[in-house]
């Protein structure tokens, strides 16, 4: 699957992300590949970018790219920045600092990088339970992921800051 496309700033090229599960003979997993590819804007093959990476985000001047970079050990995320080639590229945000990260986007400057990360739930107190529900262990479920906060950290590095607090 192909999916997160943005332009680069030129409008040369559709940066996205690109999702393959390789299957074997015994119709089992084999591998997971996930990275940045780019197409020209007139159509043609992908090319690959930043490997294990997707939801890339340029800067204002298309010199740099903040993405994930997906850990296909744990299948969790951190966020890094390197040059729009792909090439430098620098971890921000450990893939064991979030149970999600999601849609990095540097600031118009390119000092910041704004962010969407789920931690740990600690969530609302349990009400509504019935005894059944609580004695099953049945749990509120989130179709949609956890809840997410917005938070920024500096593209040069340094501490996430966090922006909301979910309630």
Request: proline residues 8%.
């Given at each position: 699957?192909?999916?997160?496309?943005?332009?680069?700033?030129?409008?040369?090229?559709?940066?996205?992300?690109?999702?393959?599960?390789?299957?074997?003979?015994?119709?089992?997993?084999?591998?997971?590949?996930?990275?940045?590819?780019?197409?020209p804007?007139?159509?043609?093959?992908?090319?690959?970018v930043?490997?294990?990476?997707?939801?890339?985000?340029?800067?204002?001047?298309?010199?740099?790219?903040?993405?994930?970079?997906?850990?296909?050990?744990?299948?969790?995320?951190?966020?890094?920045?390197?040059?729009?080639?792909?090439?430098?590229?620098?971890?921000?945000v450990?893939?064991?600092?979030?149970?999600?990260?999601?849609?990095?986007?540097?600031?118009?400057?390119?000092?910041?990088?704004?962010?969407?990360?789920?931690?740990?739930?600690?969530g609302?107190?349990?009400?509504?339970?019935?005894?059944?529900?609580?004695?099953?262990?049945?749990?509120?479920?989130?179709?949609h992921?956890?809840?997410?906060?917005?938070w920024?950290?500096?593209?040069?590095?340094?501490?996430?800051?966090?922006?909301?607090?979910?309630?």
């Amino acid at each position: 699957t192909f999916d997160y496309p943005t332009w680069s700033p030129d409008g040369q090229w559709i940066y996205l992300s690109r999702n393959d599960v390789l299957i074997d003979e015994e119709q089992s997993i084999r591998a997971i590949v996930v990275d940045i590819v780019r197409v020209p804007a007139g159509g043609g093959e992908p090319e690959r970018v930043i490997e294990n990476g997707e939801q890339p985000s340029f800067s204002a001047d298309g010199s740099r790219l903040a993405f994930l970079r997906f850990n296909l050990e744990t299948y969790t995320r951190g966020l890094w920045v390197a040059n729009s080639d792909g090439s430098d590229a620098r971890e921000l945000v450990s893939d064991t600092t979030f149970l999600e990260l999601m849609s990095p986007r540097l600031s118009p400057d390119g000092a910041t990088v704004a962010f969407a990360a789920s931690g740990p739930l600690v969530g609302p107190p349990e009400t509504g339970r019935s005894l059944w529900d609580w004695l099953f262990g049945v749990e509120v479920a989130y179709a949609h992921g956890l809840p997410s906060d917005f938070w920024t950290v500096p593209s040069a590095g340094g501490q996430p800051v966090q922006l909301t607090q979910w309630a």
